[in-house]
């Protein structure tokens, strides 16, 4: 009996801990804190009830004063990252790499925790990983081996987002763990696989969490500051920059892909209860390898039965996320045939015990069986153990199952080298056409930079219909990251009736960067010569300097180089050309530049040169000013304004003048209601979208806390006070600032409203013929739509082919009407229901056969011309009509309904055609450019950016080729 029970005793206690060794020894206090800050039995689990002692290796709790998940604390990344190097000093399971710094400057880190035999052949396992990625090498003997003797690596990555603060911490304790257990479960993680850990992705936006988070214990919660800023630019979004590759942190956790290949990027957010998992509710993003699809659904399906078999409640996949874009940082991984995916648990304020309440996601559904419980005090420990319960149970997954996720990653690898044989296509060209060179070889550098290969034709070619000339770039699919190419290259098609998209649905790069790009099927295009190029491609500048030259010439393509041109030479005299002319043969469009010697400093010739070899740009001498009318253009000093409750979308924007090397000042709406006089300052003013959260009085009431909000750097706060710092953010644009923005385009300013912050302007009289519509039906998310200039001779459109649909990012609204009717507040729906629809009228024929009335002539006869009406009855008649309504210009019109999409989601197009995609509206001495779409958008739109740097660059002269007259004038 004695002997009975003890077995029973020895059998049960290793049921209950089904991934512990009785050999640990345990550090006791430690489990106790757990224990203590769990708020509920069933939010632990044997993973994480418990933490190992290791002799030498210090716990979280010796090194920080504190266990991971204690409550109201947070640490800042200097301890977060020295907990890590403490740990590689003490133990050879450890590693520490610099992955670079941030856009502020602070550095980033991999963690390399193995077992020491694995850590001691750690550069043989990467190069063994880098084989397997790139299969073309390898025979099956090879193969065969690489996967027998190979160490997959899981890479783990947390604080991507600022205000989710559990990863970064549960992260130390993992890594401790890892080094210091010795249970069955850690050994065999340990033994097979590689466990990458980035703590903080966003170190700069972290640590100025800790410190808002910080300040808000020390005024005990009274005095919160609001985490205005995250990163340098952007909030969220350093979650959608996967693709177009704008912040720094994007491109070291690239790079770092490229140098490691981890088979698995697992990335740890907080928002929604208890523990989702990513697999999505569809439509799946259909270029992925289907084999990546059934990762993320088998792990997942994993994660929810382990951890709902120990009891949590509330741990599903599905239901959430779509599946959809390929912006989120675990696309680093995905690109690259590896498998990507993210946790998203229950978080909260910083480091609080709240009772949370779970909304929607506390009901069962289909995908959620064990769903959480409709309220529920959490605390940031349960966090800490269901994130790092559902790691231990991934890692363990691929861990003992090392070789399956190796050969996958191996399969993939081949599946995308044999793309053009199976699915398709063969290649991508991009044509050398010669008219946009410089867009065109930023697009090639943004695939390198991708880790995709680029050849280069040698010799013209000739596939089916198409005929591409030598130097052409082709972007053959039988190479490892054909689906990465694939994917950024071909058209998105987002049926309307499937679930609600989570973010943009187009994506397609071609089209963005206004680059004309061909998806070849036949296998032909892989024949021709072509070399395979070295990254990055350079296109090499040139001045071309006749005897005689009086004036240099350069061509206006529409490409952001020239701008950053005219701002690299800021003392040197420009001029535009109003219209496109001829020179020698050489054609030169509207808008190119103009640069006489007369006038300007001596070496000016020299100074030119560099700056067109530096930006890839040609100037030709001519021997004297061409006969095209011209204006001057200056560098317009430019604002950026951002208001302090959203800097989100800004951040585009700061983004891509800073790329372009143009400067501009960042000023707040406050700064704008306290300088009544912009205009001696300023020559635009941007008003980037994301400022109008609710309706437009608040953004013009501003944030009215009862006490004051600093961001400032202080010895509390060493981390606020960037990119700009106020010792109190409170108030908006008020009145006052309304007015002075008014006053600022009377006098002559350019101002740019940008998307929501058209209603800005409108709502507040700024113009009378312009209504914004809310047409119900139009269903238009994040979407490339094309567009057609309208007003062929506004400077606006320069550069641009007037006979060509332009690629351009519109996102829901706004959608701007104008006229007669919209200066009556009516908007297309409104008239629809008012009876007049648009369109053909119901009546005979084929839908574009012409209309018939009854009972008079088919058509009348023109004769003469009209006489008009005349003197005061022309005066009372304009008494009532809109000021504005002759002068303002639509210069972007969006295609017909039939025409209007390019790439992603629309659905009753019908409400957006033909509607106005930029508006020119002048006013006083000034304009207001309305922009409908966005023309910076998160480092994507590239080939929009022209029509706002035009519209800056040539401010003064906005009304240039227009035959109407200036407002006011
Ligand atoms: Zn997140």
């Known amino acids: 009996m004695k002997r009975f029970s003890l077995l029973f005793v020895i059998l049960f206690l290793s049921f209950l801990g089904a991934g512990r060794a009785g050999a640990e020894d345990l550090d006791q206090p430690y489990a106790a804190k757990i224990s203590e800050y769990t708020s509920e039995k069933f939010f632990l689990t044997e993973l994480v009830d418990h933490l190992p002692r290791a002799k030498g290796v210090p716990t979280p709790l010796e090194y920080l004063g504190h266990i991971v998940g204690a409550p109201d604390i947070l640490d800042y990344s200097r301890d977060i990252h020295g907990y890590m190097r403490a740990l590689a000093k003490a133990s050879p399971r450890v590693q520490v790499f610099t992955m670079g710094p941030t856009d502020q400057g602070k550095e980033m880190i991999l963690v390399a925790v193995s077992s020491e035999a694995n850590m001691a052949r750690l550069g043989e396992i990467r190069e063994s990983l880098r084989q397997l990625a790139d299969p073309r090498k390898l025979n099956e003997a090879q193969a065969d081996k690489l996967v027998l003797n190979g160490i997959p690596a899981y890479w783990l990555t947390g604080g991507l987002h600022s205000r989710e603060n559990g990863s970064p911490e549960m992260l130390m304790e993992l890594a401790y763990r890892i080094v210091a257990g010795e249970s069955d479960w850690i ?22 969490a800790v410190d808002a988070y910080r300040y808000g214990k020390a005024h005990k919660g009274k005095q919160l500051i609001h985490l205005a800023y995250w990163g340098n630019y952007v909030m969220h979004d350093n979650n959608r920059d996967v693709i177009g590759m704008g912040l720094k942190l994007s491109r070291n956790v690239l790079n770092t892909y490229l140098q490691w290949h981890p088979q698995v990027l697992h990335d740890l957010h907080e928002s929604i209860p208890f523990l989702y998992i990513s697999a999505g509710t569809g439509p799946y993003n259909a270029w992925l390898d289907p084999i990546t699809i059934n990762e993320w659904e088998e792990m997942a399906a994993i994660e929810v039965t382990e951890l709902t078999r120990r009891g949590i409640p509330g741990v599903w996949a599905h239901g959430f996320w779509d599946g959809w874009a390929p912006t989120y940082i675990e696309y680093a991984a995905i690109f690259h045939n590896s498998l990507g995916r993210f946790y998203e648990t229950f978080g909260g304020i910083g480091a609080d015990t709240q009772v949370r309440a779970s909304g929607d996601q506390s009901k069962r559904a289909w995908y959620r069986p064990n769903p959480p419980f409709e309220t529920i005090r959490w605390s940031f420990r349960n966090n800490i153990n269901l994130q790092q319960s559902g790691v231990l149970v991934a890692l363990k997954q691929v861990a003992d199952n090392r070789q399956k996720y190796l050969r996958q990653f191996l399969l993939k690898s081949r599946r995308s080298v044999a793309k053009p044989g199976n699915e398709g296509p063969a290649a991508y060209v991009i044509a050398a056409d010669g008219k946009r060179p410089l867009a065109a070889a930023n697009l090639v550098n943004l695939l390198f930079s991708h880790g995709v290969e680029i050849h280069q034709l040698e010799k013209e070619a000739e596939i089916g219909v198409d005929k591409f000339a030598a130097g052409s770039y082709v972007i053959r699919m039988d190479q490892p990251y054909s689906r990465c190419a694939d994917m950024l290259l071909d058209i998105q098609y987002y049926n309307p009736k499937d679930p609600k998209p989570y973010d943009d649905t187009g994506w397609t790069l071609g089209p963005l960067f206004n680059v004309k790009t061909a998806r070849i099927t036949s296998a032909a295009i892989l024949e021709q010569p072509m070399k395979r190029l070295p990254a990055p491609v350079r296109i090499s500048g040139s001045l071309e300097k006749a005897p005689g030259t009086t004036v240099f010439a350069v061509n206006h393509r529409a490409e952001n180089e020239l701008f950053s041109l005219r701002y690299a030479l800021r003392d040197i005299r420009m001029r535009a050309a109003e219209k496109g002319f001829s020179v020698e043969g050489k054609r030169f469009n509207a808008g190119s530049l103009l640069i006489p010697l007369k006038g ?12 067109l070899q530096k930006f890839g740009l040609a100037a030709i001498g001519l021997a004297a000013m061409p006969d095209v009318a011209s204006h001057e253009v200056d560098c317009p000093r430019i604002a950026i304004a951002h208001s302090w409750t959203y800097t989100q979308d800004d951040g585009w924007f700061r983004l891509a003048f800073e790329q372009l090397e143009i400067p501009y000042a960042y000023v707040s709406l406050q700064d704008i209601r306290d300088t009544p006089d912009l205009r001696r300052k300023y020559d635009c003013i941007i008003l980037p979208p994301g400022l109008i959260v609710g309706n437009v009085q608040r953004l013009v009431n501003g944030i009215t806390a009862g006490y004051p909000i600093p961001w400032q750097k202080t010895a509390a706060t060493p981390n606020l006070g960037s990119p700009v710092s106020s010792a109190d953010i409170r108030g908006g644009l008020e009145l006052q600032g309304v007015l002075n923005l008014q006053r600022f385009v009377a006098a002559g300013g350019l101002f740019i409203p940008i998307a929501s912050s058209c209603q800005l302007p409108i709502d507040y009289g700024f113009v009378e013929s312009l209504a914004i519509g809310r047409p119900k039906e139009l269903q238009a998310p994040g979407v490339i739509l094309a567009a057609t200039v309208s007003d062929a001779f506004s400077p606006v459109v320069y550069g641009y082919e007037r006979d060509k649909p332009l690629a351009v990012y519109f996102n829901r609204g706004p959608v701007i009407e104008t006229g007669i009717a919209a200066s009556m507040g009516a908007t297309s729906d ?15 024929g084929a839908p574009r056969d012409p209309d018939l009335a009854q009972g008079r002539p088919a058509k009348v006869e023109i004769k003469g011309g009209g006489t008009g009406m005349e003197g005061d009855i022309k005066e009372a008649f304009d008494m009532y009509l809109p000021r504005d309504l002759r002068t303002i210009r639509v210069l972007l019109r969006f295609d017909a ?7 992603g989601l629309l659905e009753n197009g019908e409400a957006l055609a033909n509607k106005a995609a930029v508006i020119d509206a002048p006013l006083g001495q000034g304009h207001i450019l309305f922009f409908a779409i966005n ?32 407002a006011g004038k």
């Open 600 to 611: 300007n400093p001596a070496d000016l010739p020299r100074r030119l040169e560099k700056a």
């Open 897 to 903: 309904a039939a025409k209007l999409l390019v790439s």
């Open 187 to 208: 050994r065999s993680i340990r033994s097979n696989a590689v466990v990458l850990i980035t703590p903080i992705l966003e170190v700069d936006g972290w640590d100025r």
């Open 830 to 844: 409104d008239m629809r229901e008012m009876g007049d629809v648009p369109g053909k009228p119901s009546g005979r």
């Open 935 to 966: 023309p910076m958008w998160r480092m994507e739109t590239q080939g929009s950016i022209p029509l706002l740097l035009n519209a800056v660059l040539n401010y003064r002269n906005l009304q240039a080729g227009s035959a109407k007259p200036a």
